[in-house]
């Protein structure tokens, strides 16, 4: 992660701390050097997200003070139910608001419960602790009232940052939930114009659509490729891929993609893969992984596996489902984003079976042998979602490994000897 001189009058200018801002991007690069530039046989691609990672707090957050500079305001948020079309088309920029990082978590702790989920410690930590500039660009803030975890939270988060917009959320799947969540879109849909002091118009929310569109396109069309055997891009490499998308400018990275992907469509034709042919191959399904969350696929493909795919917010359920741009006026624009969104299937939802059932199409489609089930601890709605999700498929004969962990090293050890008794199962 770049360091680099030049960028710490722009880091001061955004009132981070500069002491704990670069003991952070130190441990994190070294962290990325041992997980990621470690592995083998990588695509060429990747050299594109190795770089966008390197600047991930330097000239990416250039781009953003640059993009403020010329008028355009920036818009964090923290879940794939937060429309960036929206944002897009105000002229806005989205960024996904890092939470993966075991940081100032005894700060956090003065506001919140210990057994509070490490993704909502870490946000906390790392605005207390002044180290993250994507949260120090932001204009506005966007938080949904998803699990209780986060709404509680929310309610002191928001006296942490500028400006702060609440957005509710249903949690069933009914014609109520539906109307919730559009009523949600409008209400958002006028804060932004606030914030941006422009009207949303159905030709920039057409063209904004088409834009998110393409991305999860190009993302779908990568997950796909992972189907082959032997895999041609790790699970780990893919996973970053997605983190990525959460950063960094959306037409920028969907040509990335594309063209990594037109190079795994080369790799898949000659057979060549990240892994021997026959590998143990593994679907990771439940909670996100923010950047630099990597503790478990990196146990796993290290132990001889290969992830084929996530069943997650940053993977498969914040990238499928494409929104239909047809449509006159902004509401009826609106309308279909809320067909969209209202599909994403998070354990928020009670009940929740389209969850499990696409866990099945999944594992299908990309041929994986065994799921692991992947929750952070205190994570209630996941944790709950696990033990079904397991003795479901345990009881159709698919092997299911449930882990509960957090953002800490110290079960590394206990959890490499479970995956690895996992990965003996499937190769038995
Ligand atoms: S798991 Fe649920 S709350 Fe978390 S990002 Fe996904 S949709 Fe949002
Ligand atoms: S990981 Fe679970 S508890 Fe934590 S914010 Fe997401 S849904 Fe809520």
Same mark, same amino acid.
């Given at each position: 992660?770049?360091?680099?001189?030049?960028?710490?009058?722009?880091?001061?200018?955004?009132?981070?701390?500069?002491?704990?801002?670069?003991?952070?991007?130190?441990?994190?690069?070294?962290?990325?050097?041992?997980?990621?530039?470690?592995?083998?046989?990588?695509?060429?691609?990747?050299?594109?997200?190795?770089?966008?990672?390197?600047?991930?707090?330097?000239?990416?957050?250039?781009?953003?003070?640059?993009?403020?500079?010329?008028?355009?305001?920036?818009?964090?948020?923290?879940?794939?139910?937060?429309?960036?079309?929206?944002?897009?088309?105000?002229?806005?920029?989205?960024?996904?608001?890092?939470?993966?990082?075991?940081?100032?978590?005894?700060?956090?702790?003065?506001?919140?419960?210990?057994?509070?989920?490490?993704?909502?410690?870490?946000?906390?930590?790392?605005?207390?602790?002044?180290?993250?500039?994507?949260?120090?660009? =932001?204009?506005?803030?966007?938080?949904?009232?998803?699990?209780?975890?986060?709404?509680?939270?929310?309610?002191?988060?928001?006296?942490?940052?500028?400006?702060?917009?609440?957005?509710?959320?249903?949690? #069933?799947?009914?014609?109520?939930?539906?109307?919730?969540?559009?009523?949600?879109?409008?209400?958002?849909?006028?804060?932004?114009?606030?914030?941006?002091?422009?009207?949303?118009?159905?030709?920039?929310?057409?063209?904004?659509?088409?834009?998110?569109?393409?991305?999860?396109?190009?993302?779908?069309?990568?997950?796909?490729?992972?189907?082959?055997? +032997?895999? +041609?891009?790790?699970?780990?490499?893919?996973?970053?891929?997605?983190?990525?998308?959460?950063?960094?400018?959306?037409?920028?990275?969907?040509?990335?993609?594309?063209?990594?992907?037109?190079?795994?469509?080369?790799?898949?034709?000659?057979?060549?893969?990240?892994?021997?042919?026959?590998?143990?191959?593994? &679907?990771?399904?439940?909670?996100?992984?923010?950047?630099?969350?990597?503790?478990?696929?990196?146990?796993?493909?290290?132990?001889?596996?290969?992830?084929?795919?996530?069943?997650? =917010?940053?993977?498969?359920?914040?990238?499928?489902?494409?929104?239909?741009?047809?449509?006159?006026?902004?509401?009826?624009?609106?309308?279909?984003?809320?067909?969209?969104?209202?599909?994403?299937?998070?354990?928020?939802?009670?009940?929740?079976?389209?969850?499990?059932? #696409?866990?099945?199409?999944?594992?299908?489609?990309?041929?994986?042998?065994?799921?692991?089930?992947?929750?952070?601890?205190?994570?209630? +709605?996941?944790?709950?979602?696990?033990?079904?999700?397991?003795?479901?498929?345990?009881?159709?004969?698919?092997?299911? &490994?449930?882990?509960?962990?957090?953002?800490?090293?110290?079960?590394?050890?206990?959890?490499?000897?479970?995956?690895?008794?996992?990965?003996?199962?499937?190769?038995?």
């Amino acid at each position: 992660m770049s360091t680099n001189s030049d960028y710490h009058s722009m880091w001061a200018n955004l009132g981070l701390d500069l002491a704990k801002h670069d003991a952070l991007l130190g441990a994190l690069g070294q962290l990325y050097q041992q997980t990621f530039l470690a592995q083998r046989d990588r695509p060429a691609g990747m050299a594109y997200f190795d770089f966008v990672m390197s600047e991930v707090h330097g000239l990416r957050i250039k781009e953003l003070v640059d993009a403020r500079a010329a008028g355009r305001k920036v818009v964090g948020s923290f879940c794939v139910y937060v429309p960036e079309e929206l944002i897009l088309a105000l002229d806005g920029v989205s960024v996904g608001l890092c939470a993966g990082a075991e940081f100032g978590f005894d700060a956090a702790e003065q506001y919140l419960p210990r057994t509070t989920c490490a993704l909502i410690k870490s946000f906390f930590g790392f605005a207390l602790e002044k180290v993250c500039p994507y949260l120090a660009a =932001c204009d506005l803030v966007v938080g949904e009232a998803t699990c209780d975890g986060k709404k509680k939270a929310y309610e002191t988060f928001a006296g942490l940052v500028g400006r702060f917009h609440a957005m509710d959320m249903p949690q #069933h799947h009914s014609p109520e939930g539906r109307a919730l969540l559009k009523a949600e879109f409008l209400k958002l849909a006028g804060e932004l114009e606030e914030v941006t002091g422009r009207r949303l118009e159905p030709a920039r929310l057409r063209a904004a659509i088409a834009t998110v569109n393409a991305r999860r396109a190009a993302l779908a069309r990568l997950a796909r490729l992972r189907a082959a055997d +032997p895999a +041609p891009i790790s699970g780990l490499d893919a996973l970053l891929v997605n983190q990525v998308a959460f950063y960094d400018d959306p037409v920028r990275f969907t040509k990335a993609v594309t063209d990594m992907c037109d190079e795994l469509e080369r790799r898949v034709a000659s057979g060549e893969g990240v892994a021997p042919k026959g590998a143990p191959r593994i &679907l990771l399904s439940g909670c996100p992984m923010a950047v630099p969350n990597w503790k478990v696929p990196a146990l796993v493909e290290q132990a001889g596996a290969v992830i084929v795919g996530e069943e997650s =917010c940053v993977g498969e359920r914040g990238a499928r489902n494409l929104v239909d741009a047809t449509g006159e006026t902004v509401e009826e624009l609106i309308d279909r984003l809320v067909d969209r969104y209202f599909q994403i299937d998070c354990a928020i939802y009670t009940p929740n079976p389209e969850r499990l059932d #696409h866990v099945r199409v999944m594992r299908h489609d990309l041929r994986a042998d065994g799921i692991i089930h992947y929750a952070l601890q205190f994570c209630t +709605p996941y944790q709950m979602e696990a033990i079904g999700v397991e003795r479901q498929l345990e009881a159709e004969a698919v092997p299911v &490994l449930r882990i509960e962990t957090d953002y800490g090293a110290e079960d590394a050890g206990q959890l490499r000897t479970r995956i690895e008794a996992f990965i003996e199962r499937l190769r038995g």
